[in-house]
């Protein structure tokens, strides 16, 4: 892939002499545009160079090897647990930052009424156009991720992918099914109702009971031994700024070991 550098009289020139259609001809107008602004093409030849490197210094996965690229299993389901688990992330975290818009995470209220955040809950619920709908959607795709990376790792045990040369997946992996589940158990709290509360109460008790730093986690996770304004923020700081970014890099991580060591097939 190259395309000289020429004036922009000589592109338009060469590109009428084409005979393109008009999908093709605005396709090549916007990266010839692109390209002498940002210098998309060289970057884009680097990309293409670092591919070939890191797929030549990698041995061939047997599927290569033998050409079994078109044999049913190598498609086979299973093997898209993965994929499957990415796109419910996607779904949550994009109609989780469309719930941001609304939500607020507080505590405080008049004598006898619920809390600010189950106030705003029932507002998204009962107010919003669409807004049960989207609660619906996040909450759906937070379950279905859990079950799909739970789904996922079962079929990696199962077909022996963990093996090298793929341990340090697995540790990532290992990783990722926990931060799940602390994403599942911080967006549970959020509501602040009773369900809320009391699995609040039970996360208090647990950390109180491990030995020696228990009041220290206690502290550092819910904001003291009792559940207050700190532990909602916590809950919502964890939830919607650092689980975000840490599950995204090591899916990214994650993703990317992948794509060097290539899919590894049933044993
Ligand atoms: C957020 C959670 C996760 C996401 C988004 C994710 C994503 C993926 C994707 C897209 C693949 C490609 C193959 C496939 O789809 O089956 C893959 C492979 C792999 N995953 Fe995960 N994964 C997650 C959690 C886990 C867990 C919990 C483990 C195990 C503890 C794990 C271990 C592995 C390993 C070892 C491979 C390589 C498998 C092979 O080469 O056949 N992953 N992952």
Same mark, same amino acid.
């Given at each position: ?81 993965? $994929?499957? #688990? ?13 719930? %941001? /818009?609304?939500? =607020?995470? &507080? ?99 647990? $950390?109180? #009971? ?13 904001? %003291? /031994?009792?559940? =207050?304004? &700190? ?37």
């Amino acid at each position: 892939m190259s395309i000289e550098r020429k004036d922009e009289h000589d592109h338009g020139e060469w590109l009428r002499e084409k005979d393109l259609t008009p999908i093709e001809s605005t396709f090549l107008t916007t990266l010839i545009w692109m390209d002498r602004r940002f210098r998309i093409v060289d970057y884009l030849e680097i990309l293409e160079t670092l591919y070939y490197r890191v797929n030549l210094q990698m041995p061939k996965s047997h599927t290569e090897q033998y050409g079994l690229d078109n044999k049913f299993w190598y498609w086979y389901p299973l093997y898209a647990l993965g $994929s499957f #688990s990415t796109i419910a992330y996607v779904v949550a975290a994009i109609s989780g930052a469309l719930l %941001g /818009f609304y939500y =607020s995470p &507080s505590t405080a209220a008049a004598q006898g009424d619920p809390s600010a955040a189950y106030q705003q809950l029932t507002l998204i619920m009962t107010d919003l156009n669409f807004g049960f709908m989207l609660r619906s959607i996040h909450r759906w795709s937070a379950q279905v991720m859990v079950a799909a990376v739970f789904l996922h790792m079962l079929r990696v045990y199962f077909t022996g992918a963990y093996k090298e040369p793929r341990e340090v997946n697995w540790i990532i992996g290992i990783l990722l099914i926990s931060l799940t589940m602390v994403f599942g158990y911080t967006g549970y709290l959020l509501p602040w109702d009773q369900l809320a509360f009391w699995a609040g109460q039970i996360g208090v008790e647990m $950390s109180l #009971s491990v030995p020696l730093i228990g009041e220290w986690v206690a502290q550092l996770l819910f904001g %003291g /031994f009792s559940l =207050s304004q &700190s532990t909602l923020q916590r809950m919502y700081i964890l939830h919607v700024f650092l689980l975000p970014f840490v599950v995204t890099t090591l899916i990214a991580v994650h993703i990317g070991i992948v794509w060097m060591q290539g899919i590894a097939e049933p044993h």
